[in-house]
């Protein structure tokens, strides 16, 4: 459930309660893909020391590799991966129509290739709700056909109805799976999602007809692929009147510290991105004063934090100059401190933007860092 506890323009403020505890709003997902954060961060440091409120796994990656049904026999995600707070899975659909190999879109789903192995696969809206059931996660995304930008407004229009005769057919299975006396998650959400390019009246549209299912939340998927940063803002604003005022909005894939702080702006709940780890894992990390790459020369010698302003346990322990040796010396412990900086830095944003919408001073936070934040040093 979902509550709205006040407003700044159309910026957002809020909880959203879950079986497995609440999250405040707006809240940065950190994506794990395999049940795992890429950089040795286990679920203890995520909850422990880098105030992480929600975590993403992936559908696709789990149901290849130790397989759902490994998972289930084990309890599923939350006790696999020692992790009591929400996750979210993505269904797969991304991953399906970006990796796997000589895919074929079928009105009954999709089949094939992993990229492992080379083994045909076949996943439609039922079978992304059984993976996703078996993993039992809080929240299960809605199977789509995420398609990729720019596209034609025919594929885009065509896609955009198939998305939705998948959403109506997960709804209803999602539906069968929680009334099974076996379920592990009875009380497993699912998020539909809007597609439709960047053609405004396809986003509308799909938009509206999503709606009328009555989800327990909504995201705005297929952006941040490629288009300009414009273009995304551009389609976040025209969707956001049609997004149902009580329930979670879920941008897929976005983004920079800007990203977020532009689309909190325009009424966004939720973000998830690889960013803050693959970023950190290359030396690129994220402070309050702008973007430092570590790899440069500069920080030989430099003894002192990240960033002098951040208490993330990386900062109060070591140098720029030790991550930088590690970082040169390809020490996986220099991956695993960028990492847990980076992704404190993200939960921490989230937590000033929260302050501030508290406070009635988001416009003005918006002012100071939205700009800063995107500048490197």
Not at 25 to 42: L, Q, R
Not at 118 to 131: D, L, N, V, W
Request: aromatic share 8%; charged share 25%.
């Amino acid at each position: 459930m979902y509550t709205l506890l006040k407003t700044e323009g159309k910026a957002r403020r809020g909880t959203f309660t879950t079986v497995h505890g609440t999250v405040q709003t707006p809240a940065f997902m950190n994506v794990g893909t395999s049940a795992a954060i890429k950089g040795g961060i286990s679920s203890i440091d995520l909850k422990n020391e880098l105030h992480c409120q929600v975590e993403l796994c992936n559908t696709y990656h789990l149901h290849l590799r130790p397989g759902d049904d490994v998972i289930r026999d084990l309890g599923g995600l939350h006790k696999f991966m020692n992790w009591d707070k929400p996750i979210l899975t993505d269904s797969g659909g991304f991953q399906v129509f970006s990796l796997a190999g000589l895919r074929k879109i079928k009105e009954e789903g999709v089949y094939f290739q992993s990229h492992i192995d080379g083994k045909r696969i076949f996943m439609g809206p039922e079978e992304s709700m059984r993976i996703q059931s078996n993993l039992a996660s809080t929240i299960a995304m809605a199977f789509d056909e995420c398609i990729a930008n720019p596209a034609k407004r025919d594929y885009a229009e065509q896609s955009c109805a198939r998305t939705v005769r998948w959403l109506k057919r997960c709804k209803a299975e999602m539906e069968r799976l929680n009334s099974l006396s076996d379920t592990i998650n009875p009380h497993q959400m699912l998020f539909g999602i809007n597609q439709g390019c960047v053609f405004e009246d396809l986003r509308i549209n799909h938009m509206k007809e999503i709606a009328e299912l009555d989800l327990d939340g909504y995201a705005i998927g297929g952006l941040a692929v490629g288009e300009p940063t414009e273009d995304m803002y551009r389609i976040i604003s025209v969707v956001e009147p049609f997004m149902p005022q009580n329930k979670p909005r879920y941008l897929m894939g976005v983004g920079t510290p800007s990203n977020i702080i532009e689309a909190v702006a325009r009424g966004v709940d939720l973000f998830d991105c690889v960013m803050p780890s693959r970023n950190a894992r290359h030396g690129h990390l994220f402070t309050w004063e702008g973007i430092r790459n570590l790899n440069n020369a500069k920080y030989i010698r430099d003894d002192k934090p990240i960033d002098e302003t951040c208490d993330c346990p990386t900062c109060k322990n070591h140098s720029r100059a030790y991550v930088h040796h590690l970082l040169k010396a390809n020490e996986m412990l220099g991956m695993r401190l960028a990492v847990m900086h980076n992704l404190h830095f993200y939960n921490t944003l989230m937590e000033k933007i929260r302050d501030a919408l508290d406070n009635g001073t988001f416009e003005e936070f918006r002012s100071k860092y939205s700009e800063l934040l995107r500048t490197r040093i």
